[in-house]
Structures are given as structure tokens and as C-alpha cells.
């Protein structure tokens, strides 16, 4: 059997043997690889660092526990810039499958870190509801008829937080950490219909989409994948020296350790499109001698 | 004024989405065409009210909390609720058939019944019970936030996750330069590949002096990647993004209209 014939034959367990391996041997040995800024991630950042203490923004947890490697990184990130800013945060969860539950765990571990946040006050989980553009549609005209009860079944209308806030329409931004078309209906009905300004956290295959609504001025910002996430983390990190030490201290900044992963794992998927090619060119020049 | 404004919204909805359907229902039985007919304007009211409302500003239409269109909207929500325990009904009704019948794969729907009613039941406990589903005022989970923990997202984790797997040998398989179309796709894919990770700082991880070198090309490569992204990627979307909404306008015409019958679900001869 010749070279080329081995090439198009390989058992494919080879190719998930050098998966696991680009992925896991970075999980067990960070490597700590640089992790460069794009554009659309620091617009998000400085949007975020332009707003003043005591500003109202929301978070929407619009994503399921298949993609929260990639999301829980950026509603965190987020979540803690705000916190560290004394912004105070609104959050929902618009996703049927897991999201409700993904909120709640992502809520509390962030607000562990923040002691001196007063829940109701600085920030408030207003759980899930279903039918996601309903739901926007509502809150431009009163986010209690959306809401009527916290997640633990309070009622918001009596909450500080709310004090003199009734519409998404006064909010300084809607970030909305999405997988499938939720992050969309943000842009179309919140953004179109109410002005208030959205950003995104998309997992990494809907970030290409995404691009058109940021050239568009539709969106102030993204976090494009697992790297936009590192990405933010990082800036957070440059920013606020005490985010830097709780970085290192913690290691809780799950977006720039699981760049290493992935840079492992793209490695290995493109030199397997290079052998690939390879493999084709010289079975192609074969067949031309032939 | 605003009084009578408001009745007459509520009015208007009441006979569509009331007494148009319990009408429609009971003469369903006497006169099979109705069945055809009725849900034919509640679509058609459901749809053309919310255009009209916002571009007629008139209270019984539009006004907040109170107009047509704001109610459908409470409707949406109401309705998009009773759509979740629809599903779930048809879930057990398709696995409990398989697994009284002993078909393939039934061990399979026996596990996702089991999972379902024991997850189910402790979410249906934490609403009735005031605990919620989330953490209990100590701190620590309640049984439905564990499962979630511990089991419902690992597994999809999992299961998304084996994706890289297939992705890596679908790759090797198919991304091939077979002729011009697919060369600028293979080369455009593997340039974003390498651009949005720091590829180069990986490969000179072993060689501390080539490191700046390796740092210098990864900028490069993220901005050709950027470039990629901000100019062909997003004129491309544009035109995708565009063109579905136009699809989508046009498919609603024809609903509101009622060209497009498919979604009333009858069957021949009806």
C-alpha cells in the first residue's frame, strides 16, 4: 500500500486519538497562550467601561448547557465587569432547555465573589419565561407584565432596583448570551423597536451572522465564541488590577483556559485538512500520469 | 373615549379568539368545512393586527397593556406555555408506545422516561412547595438544580462536545481543493481557523526564541481574519440575512391570508 493509499485509509480512531489529546493535555497542562483583542470585543468592553455607577443594564441568559463551556465564560465576565463598576444588572433567561438552571448556578457563583451586591438592589434573577419574542414585545411596555415575580416568586414592582425603571427602553443595554435565534430577536425587536442598545455573546459557529448587525451599528459589541470570551476576560483583567489578582488567584477565568484547548483542537483539525489535501494533490497527479 | 376604545380591542378579541373557536368547535361536529374556515380567521386577525398597529395609532389597537396588539401579545406568552406541556405529552405518548411494544432502541425510551419523570417530578415539587428550582436559602442546590448540576449538563455537554470529533475526521474526509469554489472555501476556513486562536504561539511553544516571531504572526493572522469576518463574511450575511427576512415576509402574507394552509395540519379530505 503506498503513501497516498495510507493517507486515505487512516482509521478515523487515529483522528479522535489526536482530538482527545489536543484537547485534554491542555486541560491537565495550561500552557497560557496569549490571547490577542479583536474589535468587536473591545467595542463591547468600552460600551460597558462608558457607563457610570448606579446605571441599569440586562443580562439574558439565552443559551443551554451544550454551549456553556463557550457562554458561561462571557455572562460571567460580564457579570463581574458590571459588578465592579456598580452597575446594576437585571438578569432573565429566554432559552427552554437548561437555561433557567445554567442563570441560577452562574448567578450565585459570580455573586459569591461580591459580597457587598445586595440581591434586589443591585442585581435580581427574574428566571425564565417562554416564548422569547413575546416576552421582548412586552418589555418594551412594561417589563412587569413580562415579569411579574422574581425567580423566587417576589414581586419586582417593589424591588429598589426597579425604582422608577419599567420599560427595557431605559435600560443602558441588553447583553444577551445566545445560542440559535434568540440573540436575533434582540436585535430586530428590542434594538429596532425600543433603541436600547444590544450586545452579543454568540457561541462560535453564529458569530459569522452577527458581523452584518455589527456593520450595521445594530449591535454595540460581541463576544464571538469561547475567544471572544478570553478576550473580554482579559481586557477585565488589564482594567481592574483586582480582577487580575482574582484571576490568579482563582483561575476562574474559564474563557482564557479553554483557549488552550482550542487552539489544540484547531492544530490538529487543520493539519488533518492539510494531510488531507495533500493526499488528494498527489492521488490527482497519479491519476494525470496515468 | 379611551374607555370605549379599550372595549372595543377587548371585544374584537373576545369573539376572535373565544367565541370564534368554541363556535367553531361545536358546529366543527354539524359542518366539517368550518373546521377549515374558523381557524382561517383567527389567523388572520392573530396576524394583520399587530401590522396594523403599528401603523394606525389608535388606542384600541396599540395602546399599552390595553390595545389589541399588546393583548396578543400576553397571549403569545400564555400559549407558547401550553406548547411546553404539548411536548412533553407527545414524548411520552411516542416512548411509553415504544417501550410497551418492545421496538428498537425502547431500553433507550425507557431511560428517557425515567428521566423525564424523575427530573420533571422534583421541578413540579420545587414550584408547589415555594423552594424553586434553584438554590435553597442555605446555599445548596435543590434536587432539581443537583440533576441539573450532575447529570442534564454533562451529558449535553457531552454529547455536543463529541461533535469535535466527527468535525475533526469530516474535515480530514471532505474539506478537499477540488476545484476553484472549493479552494477559496478551504483556504478562507483554514485562514479563520488559524486566525482566531493563537495557532503559531502553539506550534513555537517548544522554541522560547522563535516566540516573537510566533507573536507577530498570530496579530497578522487576526487581523486577516478580522478582515475576512468585517468584509466578505458580513456582505454574505447581509445578503442571507436579508433574503430570509423577505422569505419570512412573504410566508406571513400568506398565512394571514390563508394561501398557506399547511399549519392547520389537516389532512386530505379535510
Not at chain 1, 490577542?36 to 460600551?47: H, K
Amino acid at each position: 500500500m503506498s503513501l497516498i493509499d495510507r493517507l486515505f485509509s487512516v482509521d478515523r480512531r487515529w483522528i479522535f486519538l489526536f482530538v482527545m489529546l489536543a484537547v485534554a493535555v491542555p486541560i491537565l497542562f495550561p500552557l497560557g497562550l496569549p490571547v490577542t483583542t479583536t474589535g468587536s470585543t473591545r467595542a463591547a468592553f468600552e460600551y460597558i467601561e462608558s457607563l457610570h455607577a448606579g446605571d441599569i443594564v440586562w443580562l439574558s441568559y439565552d443559551y443551554g448547557p451544550s454551549s456553556a463551556p463557550e457562554n458561561d465564560p462571557m455572562a460571567e465576565a460580564f457579570l463581574r465587569h458590571c459588578f465592579v463598576k456598580d452597575v446594576r444588572v437585571v438578569m432573565c433567561a429566554l432559552y427552554p432547555l437548561g437555561g433557567l438552571s445554567l442563570m441560577n448556578a452562574s448567578a450565585a457563583r459570580v455573586a459569591r465573589e461580591f459580597p457587598e451586591k445586595k440581591y434586589g438592589t443591585d442585581y435580581v434573577n427574574l428566571g425564565y419565561k417562554d416564548g422569547p419574542e413575546a416576552v421582548m414585545r412586552r418589555l418594551g411596555e412594561n417589563i412587569a407584565d413580562a415579569f411579574p415575580t422574581d425567580v423566587n416568586g417576589t414581586p419586582i414592582e417593589g424591588m429598589p432596583i426597579f425604582q422608577g425603571i419599567r420599560t427595557i427602553g431605559q435600560f443602558k443595554v441588553v447583553f444577551t448570551v445566545a445560542t440559535g435565534l434568540i440573540g436575533e430577536y434582540w436585535i430586530t425587536l428590542v434594538n429596532a423597536q425600543f433603541g436600547t442598545p444590544v450586545i452579543i455573546g454568540p457561541t462560535a459557529v453564529s458569530a459569522p451572522k452577527y458581523y452584518a448587525f455589527l456593520n450595521s451599528g445594530q449591535l454595540k459589541g460581541m463576544l464571538g465564541g469561547m475567544k471572544g470570551a478570553a478576550e473580554y476576560e482579559q481586557l477585565l483583567a488589564r482594567a481592574y488590577p483586582a480582577m487580575s489578582e482574582f484571576y490568579h488567584r482563582t483561575r476562574l477565568f474559564t474563557g482564557t483556559k479553554g483557549m488552550d484547548a482550542q487552539t489544540g483542537i484547531h492544530a490538529v483539525i487543520v493539519g488533518f485538512i492539510f494531510l488531507g489535501n495533500v493526499a488528494f494533490l498527489l492521488a490527482r497527479r497519479r491519476e494525470g500520469r496515468a | 373615549m379611551t374607555g370605549l376604545h379599550f372595549d372595543i380591542g377587548r371585544v374584537l378579541l373576545l369573539v376572535c379568539f373565544g367565541i370564534v373557536p368554541l363556535v367553531g368547535i361545536i358546529l366543527g361536529f354539524f359542518a366539517p368545512s368550518l373546521r377549515r374556515q374558523l381557524p382561517l380567521i383567527v389567523a388572520f386577525v392573530a396576524g394583520i393586527v399587530p401590522i396594523l398597529s403599528l401603523y394606525i395609532p389608535k388606542a384600541f389597537l396599540s395602546a399599552p397593556g390595553q390595545g389589541m396588539s399588546p393583548r396578543l401579545d400576553q397571549y403569545l406568552i400564555i400559549v407558547a406555555g401550553f406548547a411546553l406541556p404539548l411536548g412533553v405529552v407527545n414524548v411520552i405518548q411516542l416512548n411509553t408506545r415504544k417501550v410497551g411494544r418492545g421496538e428498537k432502541g425502547w431500553f433507550f425510551s425507557l431511560v428517557l422516561l425515567i428521566g423525564l419523570f424523575v427530573m420533571g417530578s422534583f421541578g413540579v415539587y420545587g414550584a408547589f412547595s415555594g423552594t424553586g428550582i434553584g438554590f435553597l436559602p442555605n446555599g445548596a442546590p435543590t434536587p432539581f438544580q443537583w440533576m441539573t448540576d450532575w447529570l442534564f449538563q454533562p451529558l449535553q455537554s457531552t454529547i455536543f462536545s463529541l461533535l469535535a470529533f466527527f468535525m475533526a475526521s469530516a474535515a480530514f474526509r471532505a474539506f478537499r481543493a477540488r476545484n476553484v469554489e472549493a479552494t477559496i472555501l478551504l483556504v478562507a476556513g483554514v485562514l479563520v481557523m488559524a486566525g482566531r486562536v493563537p495557532l503559531f504561539d502553539l506550534l513555537a511553544y517548544p522554541f522560547p526564541p522563535l516566540k516573537p516571531a510566533a507573536a507577530s504572526l498570530t496579530q497578522t493572522m487576526g487581523h486577516l481574519t478580522e478582515w475576512i469576518m468585517d468584509g466578505p463574511n458580513s456582505a454574505a450575511q447581509a445578503g442571507i440575512i436579508i433574503g430570509s427576512a423577505l422569505g419570512a415576509m412573504a410566508m406571513a402574507i400568506r398565512v394571514i391570508l390563508g394561501i398557506e394552509r399547511s399549519y392547520l395540519g389537516l389532512g386530505k379530505g379535510d
